[in-house]
């Protein structure tokens, strides 16, 4: 190799190196906008639910907060939702356990409903259970009302002023239910639940 191509050569060698500077100051720009950005606006993961956990969660209305310490002693066996029939859920201590009669009727328990909104988990009753009930159609004013509207009317009632105040359920939600002894109104017995059963609604 001559001279002349030896200095060609170590001209090349010196081009790509000042290439590659030039794309690491732009690559490094980048960086740096892309890091400003996320540090002034970061990215929120979607909450990881998970499986019949109620660790964390904030319980609203006329729920007792201590439900989220309730011992998981009941399995769900059955469980389903229809426009027409309302909620069906059947566990293996139903009607196991114990009675009372906090108002006109006799209850074993409640309905519960488990759901994120703004981040937050929330946990609520939304009704008295009958001893032995397994279903619960929601009274709907009017009757053409959709279960949706329903349920929602239902969980928001008494919670006036909260973080629910903008909430509405919604097609897609991940929504949980399940059973408790009592937990509402103030009213405990046993303290006990049934697992979650989790669905997207």
Not at 9 to 25: F, H, K, P, T
Not at 34 to 50: G, H, N, R, S, T
Request: overall charge negative; charged content about 25%.
């Amino acid at each position: 190799m001559t001279r002349e191509e030896i200095c060609d050569v170590g001209i090349y060698l010196q081009d790509i190196r000042l290439s590659l500077e030039d794309m690491a100051l732009e690559v490094g720009d980048i960086g740096a906008q892309l890091l400003k950005e996320c540090l002034e606006d970061p990215p929120v993961d979607p909450p990881v639910i998970p499986d019949n956990d109620l660790a964390g969660a904030l319980a609203l209305g006329l729920t007792t907060q201590e439900i989220i310490n309730f011992r998981v002693t009941s399995e769900i066996t059955g469980f389903s939702i229809s426009q027409k029939d309302g909620f069906y859920l059947n566990h293996t201590k139903l009607g196991e356990w114990l009675e009372t009669m906090p108002g006109t009727r006799w209850t074993d328990g409640n309905w519960c409903i488990v759901f994120w909104h703004k981040n937050e988990k929330i946990v609520r009753s939304f009704e008295y259970s009958s001893p032995g009930d397994t279903s619960k159609n929601l009274e709907r004013k009017p009757a053409s009302q959709p279960l949706t509207d329903s349920l929602t009317a239902y969980v928001k009632n008494h919670t006036e002023g909260t973080i629910l105040d903008s909430w509405k359920l919604r097609g897609g939600d991940s929504v949980g239910f399940f059973k408790t002894t009592l937990c509402h109104d103030g009213l405990r017995t046993t303290d006990e639940r049934t697992n979650v059963e989790w669905i997207n609604w």
